[in-house]
């Protein structure tokens, strides 16, 4: 795995890429990386049929049958699997930004192909964010992705709000506690000197917590006031239930040059100078994107094979309960 997380650039990767039965290998560890399991009876043996492009995995205990794509982004998919390892690649590294034209040249597939597996990719970073809730003291603000206008009261139908909360350390920049609602009591004793800790922690520049950016329904909100219930509904979904949740709810007191705003700001500049904008439906694949890039890049993590593993465990659209646990290698 050291060899995989070493590459620094496309002509390395393809390097590694060129032998398929290299990459059969690869994926094989990854996804089994004590051995096959059954993924029906968890039976450890199988008959190999490898008379197909892709080899077969018989179990010898219950005689169901699957491969080293079934379960994952790639299943169905017909695209050669060099080309979807390296568009896992692109996606993890937090240095480059790309869309589907790009990676459309670069792989030499269509259009739709290009946009269908960063679809995929970005479906699959969606669904382990959300399998990953934020901990400890969670600080949030309320902001709005469109067609800037720039009512600080008035919602306008091309608005998207948007919760934007990190957790993880006492280092939220500039949160100012007197604006927010806590969903958790016991959030709102804080004292003075807590609050004045974590401003000076800011100024220094120091944040390694957990950021995340959810789209929040219209029904949470009167104007550019975020209601109560939208705080509840965030804080249930996406917050950890021992944690405590503070989010500032009113547009006009959120602290423009705060670290959560112009975190924000970075996440609308890279989705209008990458992809030109994004619609309302696909914002939150593309939000959930950012903040997997960011949070890679603030604590250092091999998010190659992260994004990796998401994408071999990931649970098809139509309902399947086939899942697989991949080590962390």
Not at 263 to 268: C, D, E, I, L, Y
Request: glycine fraction near 4%; proline fraction near 2%; aromatic fraction near 10%.
């Amino acid at each position: 795995m050291s060899v995989w997380e070493s590459i620094h650039s496309v002509e390395e990767l393809l390097q590694l890429l060129h032998n398929e039965a290299e990459i059969n290998s690869f994926l094989f560890h990854m996804k089994w990386p004590s051995g096959f399991v059954c993924p029906r009876c968890h039976h450890g043996e199988a008959y190999v049929i490898k008379t197909r492009r892709l080899p077969l995995y018989d179990c010898r205990a219950c005689r169901h049958q699957t491969s080293l794509i079934a379960g994952t982004i790639m299943e169905g998919s017909r695209t050669a699997l060099w080309k979807w390892l390296t568009a896992i690649w692109l996606v993890s590294r937090t240095d480059l930004t790309f869309n589907a034209v790009q990676l459309r040249s670069l792989i030499q597939v269509t259009y739709k192909t290009a946009w269908s597996m960063l679809h995929k990719i970005r479906t699959a970073i969606s669904r382990a964010d959300t399998a990953l809730p934020l901990e400890g003291e969670v600080r949030g603000i309320v902001a709005f992705y469109g067609r800037p206008f720039y009512s600080p009261i008035l919602l306008h139908e091309r608005e998207s709000p948007i919760i934007v909360a990190d957790s993880g350390s006492a280092e939220s920049a500039n949160f100012d506690s007197t604006n927010s609602d806590s969903a958790n009591s016991h959030f709102a004793n804080s004292d003075s000197a807590h609050s004045h800790s974590v401003s000076e922690m800011n100024e220094q520049g120091i944040h390694t917590q957990r950021i995340k950016m959810k789209i929040v329904d219209r029904m949470h909100c009167s104007g550019k006031s975020l209601l109560r219930t939208g705080c509840d509904e965030f804080a249930k979904l996406h917050a950890h239930c021992d944690s405590s949740v503070s989010i500032t709810r009113y547009y006009f007191h959120v602290r423009r040059k705060g670290y959560l705003y112009q975190t924000f700001k970075r996440a609308w500049q890279w989705m209008n100078n990458t992809f030109h904008g994004i619609g309302s439906t696909h914002l939150q694949l593309y939000l959930d994107e950012f903040c997997f890039r960011h949070n890679a890049a603030a604590d250092g993590t091999a998010s190659w094979s992260n994004l990796l593993r998401s994408c071999l465990s990931f649970r098809d659209a139509r309902g399947s309960n086939t899942s697989y646990v991949i080590s962390a290698a």
